[in-house]
């Protein structure tokens, strides 16, 4: 895989009052973004007010004076309503109509991207541009039910309505508030399983700088069903297909042009952490099919996070788009070798499905992963030798669990984070256990190891070391399943 394509020029000085390059093709966004992140405060709000009615219907108990229009008696009667769809919401959120009505849905898209509204998720319109209008012919309605929209992620985060049939024949999971509990169930993980035979690890080598002032990267964002754990898939959204995306790596001045395609189903967006620009322009949301270039100059060291921040941004980012940036400081110590880990969280949805929106916004990980598996270097431990200097790069990817990135049996002699070195060989010889990172920190930290053997990788927030937080470094030749009775 090479993305990178290095566009080093031989004897080319890093020209230090370069002008701003050619800048991207700019679209008509910018309001539209605007409105994006209008409604993503919105749709926050939503969330928090959908939760309270939630309690509030709960405490009130059952909801027998909906309001809504006057209920059509009889049978063989037709019921059009008007339906207005945004982000993230359904207005109205609860219709009724009388068993036997015909149900016919007038419904406008009010919102900054596509949305469709089905009956179950399988009947109504198609995907509706926004501003504009469709017609759904939901036919006759016997029975309650709920229609939403099936860009992955919206039902979740509130576009959903409830179709409240009255004087229908009872069924018993018809009424109540309990959107979200689907038929299907969360794929679970089974933290001993192995993976299968040619099962391959995300490669945790970080590569150098390609050098060169200018750095040309393609990113396709989409939708990949990818194996998150022994037999667990999740369809994980992507930078290049992969989770983390793919590591990029330059220094202090560094130009980097990144064009970033979209060819999944819904709307993405990329934010670079390491980038100064305007958050309307590069950072918009594109559609399907469309594409922009983000261009920025890298003027800072570090180690920063890159994510799609398309509203809901945390559910794009808790399903995988996320990868990191590397800046090198300019006083960057040879090393024999040089890692990275991104640490993240996992929220399972069913199996082979997107993960849980649900779960992302209660904290509610199934797992905490190095470069998106389970135990990924316990099944597949980094082989070096004693005695080698090692740099480690730990990025946290989040989106919301921190980091107290530690490996069992070594001191850090050095320790950098967000941009500055906390610790450095010297006279005092101090020694670090651990990096602390919050969601969106990065650092790296440099050790030996001392003898042969093993030496596990962890965030010592141990409640996660059992939840897939865990690696190994392996020392010489040694058996790597020692650890097992360790
Ligand atoms: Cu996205």
């Given at each position: 895989m090479t993305l990178i394509e290095d566009r080093s020029r031989a004897g080319?000085?890093?020209?230090?009052?370069?002008?701003?390059g050619p800048r991207g093709p700019k679209g008509p966004e910018g309001p539209t973004a605007f409105w994006a992140f209008v409604a993503a405060i919105g749709s926050a709000f939503a969330i928090l007010v959908a939760a309270i009615a939630a309690v509030a219907a709960v405490s009130l108990?059952?909801?027998?004076?909906?309001?809504?229009?006057?209920a059509a008696s009889g049978t063989g009667e037709t019921k059009t309503v008007a339906v207005a769809l945004s982000e993230f919401k359904v207005e109205p959120a609860s219709i009724e109509v009388a068993a036997g009505t015909e149900l016919i849905l007038q419904v406008t898209n009010n919102g900054t991207m596509a949305h469709d509204l089905k009956l179950d998720g399988r009947t109504g319109t198609d995907m509706i541009d926004p501003g504009g209008t469709a017609t759904a012919e939901l036919g006759v309605m016997e029975e309650s039910g709920q229609a939403w929209c099936t860009v992955p992620g919206h039902k979740e985060a509130g576009m959903v309505m409830d179709i409240v049939v009255t004087g229908a024949a009872a069924t018993d999971n018809g009424g109540g508030g309990d959107t979200a509990a689907g038929a299907d169930t969360a794929a679970t993980i089974d933290f001993q399983a192995e993976p299968e035979a040619g099962w391959q690890p995300y490669d945790p080598v970080l590569q150098p700088a390609?050098?060169?002032?200018e750095h040309q990267v393609t990113l396709h964002a989409g939708e990949t069903e990818i194996e998150v754990a022994p037999g667990v898939t999740q369809t994980m959204w992507t930078f290049e297909g992969s989770v983390p995306g793919p590591t990029l790596r330059g220094r202090i001045g560094d130009l980097f042009t990144v064009t970033l395609v979209n060819d999944g189903q819904m709307d993405h967006s990329i934010d670079f952490h390491a980038s100064e620009v305007a958050w309307n322009d590069e950072m918009r949301s594109i559609g399907p099919g469309e594409q922009l270039v983000y261009q920025f100059k890298a003027e800072h060291s570090g180690i920063f996070m890159y994510h799609c921040g398309t509203s809901p941004a945390l559910h794009h980012i808790g399903n995988g788009m996320y990868g990191a940036l590397v800046v090198d400081p300019p006083d960057l110590a040879p090393v024999d070798h040089e890692y990275l880990f991104v640490q993240s969280e996992l929220y399972l949805g069913p199996q082979g499905q997107p993960g849980d929106l649900t779960k992302m916004q209660g904290s509610d990980w199934d797992a905490v992963v190095f470069n998106g598996y389970v135990n990924q270097y316990s099944h597949a431990p980094i082989r070096v030798e004693a005695g080698q200097k090692i740099r480690a790069w730990v990025l946290d990817a989040g989106p919301s669990e921190n980091s107290s990135f530690h490996i069992v049996g070594t001191v850090f002699d050095t320790v950098y984070k967000e941009g500055e070195y906390l610790l450095r060989p010297g006279p005092n010889q101090g020694g670090s256990q651990a990096l602390d990172l919050q969601p969106a920190q990065g650092g790296f930290v440099e050790f030996t190891l001392a003898e042969n053997g093993l030496y596990p990788i962890v965030t010592?927030?141990?409640?996660n070391v059992g939840k897939g937080a865990l690696g190994l470094f392996q020392a010489g030749e040694v058996d790597p399943t020692d650890g097992a009775a360790h």
């Open positions: 080319a000085a890093p020209a230090p009052g370069r002008p701003a108990s059952d909801r027998d004076s909906a309001g809504g229009s006057a390609p050098g060169g002032v010592h927030k141990f409640a």
